[in-house]
């Protein structure tokens, strides 16, 4: 399949999880009305950007409200979804006897059966501190996964990563070498790093590899304590942003086109001119 289209919906989140699912199963069937064969959700589609609402509203994997009505919506609109990310409790047996609890920003893949055909863990925790204009941590709460996800699916090889995840260049960069073709990324960027950073990083992520990239964001809610500037893109190989919303709640779909990653692999050889006798890379 070399022509996909892709639904950017971004929602408004609100403190309320159930109003939260609806909307995200509202948004996945309009994304299906208007063509699209995969719906990407945002960054914590179900919950508020904050750490003490990511222990309110985190939820068991096996048994996750969220989850299970999302695979529902695929399989009954026929579409592959990307469900954002949620906070994922994961219960261990500790030393002593007792139970912990740790909790990771997870993102879901669901083909078109409802079947999850993968998941993935942020791999690098939001911790910053840009003095007298953005202070956050999410390793107050949350835990960090350790594992690359790139995913074979009918419509592509799709790789994952979220938010903060985006500024690593090795992360990309080693999803591309396993085969990515579409780099997807839900996010949650504030009103500080947004206008400074995120279309750059994004142009930046799809030049270095040649490949689509996607990130999808909460609409900007200015009541909420955490604001998310909104602002998801698709960005094409060749670096070009083909569509960016501004930042209210609103749905978009891209269509792409998988052969403009050979085109341009051919026209500039980035990936084949790489000097590995200089450095050790690892690939599969």
Same mark, same amino acid.
Request: aromatic letters at 8%; glycine letters at 6%.
């Given at each position: 399949?070399?022509?996909?289209?892709?639904?950017?919906?971004?929602?408004?989140? #609100?403190?309320?999880?159930?109003?939260?699912?609806?909307?995200?199963?509202?948004?996945?069937?309009?994304?299906?009305?208007?063509?699209?064969?995969?719906?990407?959700?945002?960054?914590?589609?179900?919950?508020? !950007?904050?750490?003490?609402?990511?222990?309110? !509203?985190?939820?068991?994997? +096996?048994?996750?409200?969220?989850?299970?009505?999302?695979?529902?919506?695929?399989?009954?609109?026929?579409?592959?979804?990307?469900?954002?990310?949620?906070?994922?409790?994961?219960?261990?047996?500790?030393?002593?006897?007792?139970?912990?609890?740790?909790?990771?920003?997870?993102?879901?893949?669901?083909?078109?059966?409802?079947?999850?055909?993968?998941?993935?863990?942020?791999?690098?925790?939001?911790?910053?501190? #840009?003095?007298?204009?953005?202070? @956050?941590?999410?390793?107050?709460? &949350?835990?960090?996964?350790?594992? @690359?996800?790139?995913?074979?699916?009918?419509?592509?090889?799709?790789?994952?990563?979220?938010?903060?995840?985006?500024?690593?260049? /090795?992360?990309?960069?080693?999803?591309?070498?396993?085969?990515?073709?579409?780099?997807? @990324?839900? =996010?949650?960027?504030?009103?500080?790093?947004?206008?400074?950073?995120?279309? $750059?990083?994004?142009?930046?992520?799809?030049?270095?590899?040649? #490949? !689509?990239?996607?990130? #999808?964001?909460?609409?900007?809610?200015?009541?909420?304590?955490?604001?998310?500037? =909104?602002?998801? $893109?698709?960005?094409?190989?060749? =670096?070009?942003?083909?569509?960016?919303?501004?930042?209210?709640?609103?749905?978009? $779909?891209?269509?792409?086109? &998988?052969? /403009?990653?050979?085109?341009?692999? +051919?026209?500039?050889?980035?990936?084949?001119?790489?000097?590995?006798?200089?450095?050790?890379?690892?690939?599969?």
């Amino acid at each position: 399949m070399n022509l996909i289209k892709i639904a950017l919906c971004q929602m408004n989140v #609100v403190d309320n999880k159930e109003e939260n699912i609806k909307k995200a199963i509202q948004m996945i069937r309009d994304s299906k009305k208007q063509g699209a064969d995969l719906a990407v959700l945002p960054e914590m589609f179900n919950c508020p !950007y904050e750490n003490e609402k990511f222990i309110e !509203y985190g939820e068991e994997f +096996e048994d996750s409200q969220t989850l299970n009505r999302i695979a529902e919506t695929a399989k009954e609109e026929d579409i592959h979804v990307l469900a954002g990310s949620i906070p994922e409790i994961e219960m261990s047996l500790a030393e002593e006897g007792k139970d912990e609890k740790s909790i990771y920003n997870t993102s879901v893949l669901f083909d078109n059966h409802g079947k999850i055909l993968g998941k993935h863990r942020k791999m690098h925790l939001f911790d910053i501190d #840009v003095k007298g204009k953005i202070y @956050f941590k999410e390793s107050d709460t &949350l835990s960090a996964g350790s594992n @690359f996800t790139v995913i074979e699916t009918e419509l592509a090889r799709i790789g994952i990563g979220i938010c903060y995840d985006i500024r690593f260049v /090795e992360l990309s960069r080693i999803m591309t070498l396993n085969g990515a073709e579409i780099l997807i @990324f839900p =996010g949650a960027f504030n009103l500080t790093t947004g206008p400074a950073h995120w279309e $750059i990083l994004f142009k930046s992520r799809a030049l270095d590899n040649q #490949v !689509y990239t996607i990130g #999808v964001a909460p609409a900007l809610d200015k009541t909420a304590n955490y604001n998310s500037f =909104g602002h998801s $893109i698709a960005v094409n190989p060749w =670096g070009e942003v083909i569509e960016e919303l501004d930042f209210d709640e609103d749905l978009k $779909i891209v269509e792409i086109d &998988l052969n /403009e990653i050979k085109r341009i692999r +051919e026209e500039i050889p980035i990936l084949k001119n790489r000097r590995c006798d200089l450095y050790e890379i690892k690939e599969k």
